[in-house]
């Protein structure tokens, strides 16, 4: 029996079929695995809230600042890692064990980013820089000259007026800040100002105004930057540590060397805006167009904004 082979008119009608047949299902497709992504991120980010509750519950406050996940570990099934952080030695002693390990549950799947031991989730330091901004649910444990320092010690559930589930506990940030790395992407990187701006003198929304104004891609136009996110370790400024200067998804500055002063914005790679976790365990999913004073007010302890949630 013959059998006919294919024309070259049907070969071409068939390979056009197949291409429609998955313009359409493939975007499908894509679209799932990004919502489960989402989904797996969102969902570690309730372990952590689920975390801190339960260390609230025994410790009577929350962790301090710095040791925030070193704390948390063994309340997110670490206890293993746990054993191994010194705690008679001050931070950078006491991880010297553990801050290179990795530890999946503090990164979100959704980001691509492959250096370990790199974190996708910050603590909120509060509203701004240390000049003023130390008004979070975990506030700094170092003394900076000529800085005034609200509390060294844990933050207590009576301390937090404004209402747990009206306070930002810990949000998403985009690891990253390699100097050398002239292709990093705006919102990886922590980028020195050129200028030094006198923040107690005024020059706030200068400086404000000049980190909106970092441009794609910085290093190929010159600024250089500052690690943010690289270790999950360490809950300061430049690693896993964050304020609500900006609104989520804008760039992170510090004021030229001054890291205290700096901007550290929450950000991540999901359409729209970010996942937030309140001091309550709950979470919500904040729009990248919130109102810049809501977004300050969520991150204080005791401002008696009144807020509006879900944003």
Same mark, same amino acid.
């Given at each position: ?53 339960? &260390? ?41 064990? =553990?801050? &290179? ?42 003394? &900076? ?9 844990? =933050? ?64 190929? &136009? ?90």
């Amino acid at each position: 029996m013959n059998r006919r082979g294919w024309t070259t008119t049907e070969l071409m009608v068939a390979l056009g079929i197949a291409g429609l047949l998955l313009s359409i299902v493939l975007p499908g497709v894509l679209m799932a695995r990004a919502s489960a992504r989402r989904q797996e991120c969102a969902n570690k980010l309730r372990q952590i809230g689920l975390a801190l509750t339960q &260390y609230e519950a025994t410790n009577k406050a929350f962790p301090r600042c710095a040791w925030t996940f070193v704390t948390l570990l063994p309340y997110l099934g670490e206890e293993a890692l746990f054993r191994h952080v010194d705690f008679t030695k001050d931070l950078r002693g006491a991880v010297a064990n =553990v801050e &290179y390990v990795p530890v999946a549950k503090f990164r979100c799947p959704s980001d691509p980013w492959d250096k370990p031991p790199c974190t996708n989730y910050a603590i909120c330091g509060g509203s701004g820089h240390a000049i003023g901004g130390e008004d979070g649910l975990f506030r700094t444990t170092h003394r &900076y000259p000529n800085r005034p320092l609200p509390s060294s010690r844990a =933050v207590t559930v009576a301390e937090v007026r404004d209402g747990l589930s009206h306070t930002a506990a810990v949000c998403e940030i985009l690891p990253g800040g390699i100097p050398s790395d002239k292709e990093l992407a705006r919102l990886r990187g922590t980028w020195r100002t050129p200028e030094f701006f006198d923040l107690a003198g005024g020059e706030i929304d200068p400086f404000i105004d000049r980190c909106l104004g970092v441009p794609d891609f910085p290093g190929r &136009y010159g600024w250089q930057t500052y690690e943010r996110g690289n270790v999950w370790s360490k809950n300061h400024y430049g690693n896993a540590r964050y304020n609500h200067t900006l609104t989520p998804n804008l760039p992170s500055c510090i004021n030229n060397s001054s890291i205290p002063d700096g901007i550290f914005t929450a950000a991540s790679l999901h359409s729209g805006g970010v996942n937030l976790v309140m001091a309550d365990g709950r979470l919500t999913f904040v729009s990248n167009s919130v109102d810049r004073a809501v977004w300050r007010a969520v991150s204080t302890i005791a401002g008696g904004e009144p807020l509006s949630f879900p944003y």
